[in-house]
């Protein structure tokens, strides 16, 4: 009888092909990385945020797993935020064993199937990245290397642990604010994941300069629009003829603030410019203003200002 290979997850796993590859399923055969998620972790989300398109971001907390996730149409990556504690992962006759705790990240590459041994209670962030995204940001970042990801486990990066674990306090129950975040958080991962995490590391050139005036007006008018299709992130960069990878580093380079960061801003000072000026209640400052509840928009006003909507009104007043 053949023996497991036990592997270190600290030494580089081999790439997993996206498509055609031993082992993995033809695509027509995969599960959506959200229900296969729901029915190995068996609970539901503490929030999830799905795009139409494919791809989203969920956190998620659940109890001991010993299960296999079947293969899935998106990659997946997780940033752990739980208890330390050792695990297996278990692909085909290999073994890996590691330890989980914060800075570290999972990579199940779509397509791909194992069997996981966690003993204690999970608290995760994860993403659903769709290949075409991989692919695209890849293209608009004029790297030719391979978009192959590697199997990770339990494996050292803090900058995509911290940029994913971002994702579940930034949600706010705002529509076009999460959308934004949520598509630019997506290219700036996969960005991250493409330097990182392939067979052949990406080097990227560093953008230089910003939007012309002209272009940055057009972007701002766009961003104080009440349309919440003139806000996406897709329609800001067509608008200013630039790809999404190049939008975002140049809009930063204009102003300051990436393009959710500076729509954010603007909200808060709407919200402000209402709380103070008129009798409107909150919950009326609430839906003009594009949040899905009273609570999500007090929450969101609070955690940048530190107040409750009706103290800092009382106080402003």
Same mark, same amino acid.
């Given at each position: 009888?053949?023996?497991? +290979?036990?592997? =270190?997850?600290?030494?580089?796993?081999?790439?997993?092909?996206?498509?055609? $590859?031993?082992?993995?399923?033809?695509?027509?055969?995969?599960?959506?990385?959200?229900?296969?998620?729901?029915?190995?972790?068996?609970?539901?989300?503490?929030?999830?945020?799905?795009?139409?398109?494919?791809?989203?971001?969920?956190?998620?907390?659940?109890?001991?797993?010993?299960?296999?996730? &079947?293969?899935?149409?998106?990659?997946?990556?997780?940033?752990?935020?739980?208890? +330390?504690?050792?695990?297996?992962? $278990?692909?085909?006759?290999?073994?890996?064993?590691?330890?989980?705790?914060?800075?570290?990240?999972?990579? +199940?590459?779509?397509?791909?199937?194992?069997?996981?041994?966690?003993?204690?209670?999970?608290?995760?962030?994860?993403?659903?990245?769709?290949?075409?995204?991989?692919?695209?940001?890849?293209?608009?970042?004029?790297?030719?290397?391979?978009?192959?990801?590697?199997?990770?486990?339990?494996?050292?990066?803090?900058?995509?642990?911290?940029?994913?674990?971002?994702?579940?306090?930034?949600?706010?129950?705002?529509? %076009?604010?999460?959308?934004?975040?949520?598509?630019?958080?997506?290219?700036?991962? %996969?960005?991250?994941?493409?330097?990182?995490?392939?067979?052949?590391?990406?080097?990227?050139?560093?953008?230089?300069?910003?939007?012309?005036?002209?272009?940055?007006?057009?972007?701002?008018?766009?961003?104080?629009?009440?349309? =919440?299709?003139?806000?996406?992130?897709?329609?800001?960069?067509?608008?200013?003829?630039?790809?999404?990878?190049?939008?975002?580093?140049?809009?930063?380079?204009?102003?300051?603030?990436?393009?959710?960061?500076?729509?954010? &801003?603007?909200?808060?000072?709407?919200?402000?410019?209402?709380?103070?000026?008129?009798?409107?209640?909150?919950?009326?400052?609430?839906?003009?203003?594009?949040?899905?509840? &009273?609570?999500?928009?007090?929450?969101?006003? $609070?955690?940048?200002?530190?107040?409750?909507?009706?103290?800092?009104? $009382?106080?402003?007043?």
């Amino acid at each position: 009888m053949s023996k497991s +290979i036990l592997r =270190d997850p600290s030494q580089e796993d081999s790439p997993v092909k996206s498509e055609a $590859r031993q082992g993995a399923q033809p695509t027509a055969d995969r599960y959506s990385a959200d229900a296969e998620m729901a029915r190995v972790l068996n609970t539901a989300p503490l929030r999830m945020a799905l795009d139409p398109s494919g791809g989203g971001i969920a956190h998620w907390k659940h109890e001991p797993l010993h299960d296999v996730v &079947q293969p899935m149409t998106d990659h997946v990556i997780m940033a752990y935020n739980g208890l +330390i504690q050792r695990m297996e992962r $278990r692909s085909g006759r290999s073994v890996t064993i590691g330890t989980f705790r914060p800075g570290v990240v999972i990579i +199940i590459p779509a397509g791909s199937s194992s069997r996981w041994d966690i003993p204690k209670p999970v608290d995760v962030v994860q993403l659903y990245l769709p290949h075409t995204t991989l692919d695209r940001v890849a293209r608009e970042a004029d790297t030719a290397t391979s978009v192959d990801l590697l199997e990770r486990t339990a494996h050292p990066d803090p900058i995509t642990s911290r940029l994913l674990l971002s994702a579940a306090d930034v949600l706010e129950g705002n529509r %076009a604010l999460d959308r934004l975040f949520r598509h630019q958080l997506t290219d700036l991962l %996969a960005t991250r994941i493409l330097a990182a995490h392939t067979g052949s590391p990406n080097t990227f050139r560093p953008t230089l300069g910003g939007l012309s005036p002209k272009v940055l007006l057009r972007a701002i008018e766009r961003l104080r629009s009440d349309s =919440d299709a003139d806000v996406s992130l897709a329609a800001l960069a067509a608008d200013a003829g630039l790809s999404r990878f190049h939008f975002c580093r140049a809009f930063k380079e204009s102003t300051g603030l990436s393009p959710h960061a500076w729509l954010r &801003q603007h909200r808060l000072e709407q919200a402000m410019n209402m709380l103070r000026d008129t009798d409107a209640s909150i919950v009326s400052v609430a839906a003009a203003l594009g949040y899905a509840s &009273q609570t999500a928009f007090a929450a969101a006003f $609070r955690r940048l200002t530190g107040e409750t909507p009706s103290n800092w009104r $009382r106080r402003a007043r």
